[in-house]
């Protein structure tokens, strides 16, 4: 059976919800500071592989992924970055 992903970012976020006096449960605050985190993780991952291309990223193509706040899109980027089978991704 699968467990639920933690990381230490994750604890202090669950703790500083619990010391806002909502007891650890999941809140809007807490959605909103996964959210933000996941845009920049998600931009991160863009300019870090793009930039590895032989052509890299031009400032307009930087500045685009830079000024984006749809974690939609962001994820739309970068499945297109990724190659087309399980094997190719993790070997075998």
Do not use: N
């Not at 990223?57 to 970068?78: F, G, K, M, N, V």
């Amino acid at each position: 059976m699968t467990g639920v992903y933690r990381s230490e970012a994750t604890d202090q976020l669950w703790a500083r919800g619990a010391k806002a006096g909502d007891e650890g449960r999941y809140t809007d605050w807490f959605a909103e500071e996964f959210a933000a985190g996941a845009v920049l993780e998600a931009r991160k991952i863009l300019v870090d592989e793009l930039e590895r291309r032989p052509h890299g990223l031009t400032p307009e193509q930087r500045e685009l992924i830079e000024s984006c706040y749809d974690l939609r899109q962001l994820d739309a980027w970068i499945m297109k970055l990724l190659p087309r089978t399980a094997a190719e991704i993790l070997g075998g």
